[in-house]
């Protein structure tokens, strides 16, 4: 039986609390004229967030029994990348928002300068983080998250995706293009997660495609969740601003193939996600339950 | 005998077109709309700049004869880096520059949000690098070239010290204080140069201390060279703004100092620089007449 996404609760705040004592304990604000930057990195950082990202690094690693501590650490470095791409995102030259998490923006609550060294000072923090011994005793493994996140993050991942968004003002995508544009946008960061885990436990490779698959599934069904939540929630609830995409004009799953057939996509794609793990028992549960989730959320 | 600094004409004209070839089979321009990116990206880091770091980076290399393609993917990672820091400064909220190496600077040519994005995703790019098995077969060497390049980068280095700059408003730097800055926003770089030559050669820990005394005063003397340049050169020779810093109110060496003495002290340093290399023989020129010309250049 699939376990309910109601059993996530607990397991989402524990991983909340652990990565804000971790970032806590790794920026320090010093006592010079870089306090600024460690101030504007722990604010965007700490205390907020679904942590979905983190939660998904655990949950892969719990398949391969990887130590919980060494697991938090890789959960950190993609939490970090995840959190310079919210800062650098949400500048005035890009998104231009105010809102995030429930709080000031970066560049609101400092200045544009300042988001955009503590963005980039964070992208350094995550790879500095994944090739210390601490988190994995085999260079090999250390070497092959290095390589990963930054093919994930970089132009044929995240980076590129944010291009292809920012160009959506000038171009019409069609269901294949939004699917492409979200698989680079967030998608690659998700599948990073899955990944590390099957690096942390030195899986070969060979094994990898059910969680690839998983991973890709859950990506797609957690964006169209994202554009459902940017049509139907509230800023309250989702602790940012919503319904900016129909402003810009810009094309979504949902505007593409309306609300209830998204809906219904989103439903499908968490039932393969859910089969890809078909081989793995209870301790895939946790995944299962992200799954369940991952459309369930409010926010 | 000191070899001459003119002798490295050869030099840098060969690096320079060598990284500029491998930028270009790196980043070839897709067929979708992540086009501008890769221009973007194309446009900041092919054909032009002094190629300092990646010099730096060959040379220390030679020390131990490491293969030269394996040399220039670390000076690549290493050039990739300092675009992705020269796209950031020159941001509107940053430095405000409009020339960079002789041309528009990227957010000039572009826009400012696809200026962040080929910023970032250089950043990933230089880690993508280091951590590919074609850069060394040894993945602690790897691993070690993440770690020092994410440390050098991050905020106890580059970024730090650009925060330590952007804070020059509202701090009135000393001479201790400025050293500080510089050795953390253009120093920390330069030590990863040399660093990463040893890295390479696999040189234990217990015999780097020449290398990073050299670095060290080098990373200085190229600083106060540039101050002098900021006060004394041309724009059409810098190929970007001068006398920026008086305008802007900066502390600098030669405000500090005066012009006569910053330039004696460069003397001294570089002076020092070279007296750290004398365990080494000819196989140690290349790294002797780089530091010549870091005081004597004219851009």
Redesign the interface.
């Known amino acids: 039986m699939v376990p309910s996404s109601l059993s996530l609760k607990p397991a989402i705040e524990a991983i909340g609390k652990a990565i804000d004592q971790r970032f806590d304990r790794l920026l320090p604000v010093p006592d ?3 306090a ?3 101030e504007a ?1 722990r604010h965007s950082v700490i205390g907020g967030g679904k942590r979905m990202r983190p939660l998904l690094v655990v949950a892969s690693c719990d398949l391969f029994h990887v130590d919980r501590e060494r697991a938090l650490r890789v959960a950190l470095a993609i939490e970090a990348i995840h959190c ?2 919210l800062i ?1 995102d949400d ?1 005035p ?2 998104d231009d928002d105010d809102l995030r998490r429930g709080k000031p923006t970066v560049h609101k609550a400092f ?4 988001a ?2 503590a ?3 964070l ?3 995550a ?2 983080i ?4 601490a988190t994995h005793e ?3 493994a ?3 998250l ?2 990963e ?3 994930a ?3 044929a ?1 995240m ?2 995706g ?3 968004d ?2 959506a003002g000038d ?1 019409s995508y069609d269901l294949a293009g939004i699917t ?1 544009l979200q698989q680079l946008k967030t998608g690659a960061l998700i599948q990073f997660c899955l990944e590390a885990g099957a690096i942390m436990g030195r899986l070969p490779e060979s094994q990898r495609t059910p969680l690839r698959g998983y991973a890709r599934d859950l990506g797609l069904a957690f964006q169209i969740a994202d554009d459902l939540l940017d049509v139907e929630g509230s800023s309250a609830k989702t602790g940012k601003a919503v319904q900016k995409d129909a402003a810009a004009g810009k094309a979504t799953f949902v505007s593409l193939m309306g609300v209830e057939r998204a809906r219904a996509q989103a439903g499908i794609l968490i039932d393969q996600a859910i089969a890809h793990l078909s081989s793995y028992g209870q301790e895939a549960d946790l995944l299962r339950a992200i799954a369940r989730f991952a459309i369930e959320r409010d926010s």
């Open positions: 010079d004229s870089r600024r930057l460690y990195m310079y791409s650098h500048l030259c890009m200045d544009e300068a300042t955009i060294l963005g980039d000072c992208h350094a923090i790879f500095e994944l090739a210390d011994p085999d260079p090999f250390r070497a092959e290095v390589t996140l930054a093919v993050s970089g132009p991942g980076g590129g944010q291009m292809m920012l160009a171009t492409r």
